[in-house]
């Protein structure tokens, strides 16, 4: 009995250290993230933390900023149209993939996990150098095609 007593408060510490490290782990990889929404909202002219006053200064400068205002503008753009033609391409690639018996299905899976495996610089010098060739570089479809 003792046996069976020992192995439950051991799971238990076990799962308690295992939760307390999951969860210091996303809150490291959010403090980041906070800390840069945080000085968003500073008043003073240069970021320095902990801001001495608060303000909405930061967003005036930039929506008040046709500097600013036109490269969003691409982004959100870009964003858009990427996103439709990913999600065009990886749905029909998964119906096809869950619903067929193709020969070499699993080499198509590993291929389509590619971009997630490789370094991202690695897949940014091979993307360059592939553009570079092809007249790509600064092109719009040149940009949606490496995002998506």
């Known amino acids: 009995m003792n046996k069976w007593v020992f192995r439950l408060a051991a799971r ?3 799962r308690w250290l295992y ?3 999951l969860l210091l782990l ?3 990889m ?9 000085l968003s909202f500073s008043g003073e002219e240069f970021i320095q933390f902990p801001p001495r006053s608060w303000g909405l200064r930061q967003y005036e400068t930039f929506f008040n900023s046709p500097k ?9 753009v870009l964003g858009a149209t990427v996103a439709v033609v990913a999600v065009i391409i990886g749905g ?4 096809a993939l ?5 020969p070499g299905r699993n080499l198509l899976q590993v291929v389509a996990l590619g ?16 553009f570079s060739r092809l007249k790509l570089l600064s092109s719009f479809r040149g940009l949606v095609i490496a995002h998506t």
């Open 98 to 102: 869950a619903r067929s018996q193709l």
């Open 30 to 38: 959010l403090l980041p993230n906070v800390i840069v929404i945080l």
């Open 115 to 130: 971009p997630l495996l490789v370094p991202s610089i690695a897949y940014a010098i091979a993307v360059y150098a592939l």
């Open 92 to 95: 029909l690639a998964v119906i």
């Open 19 to 21: 939760t307390i490290l």
């Open 26 to 28: 996303v809150a490291l």
């Open 12 to 14: 238990t510490v076990v």
């Open 68 to 76: 600013w205002l036109m490269p969003l503008q691409r982004s959100l």
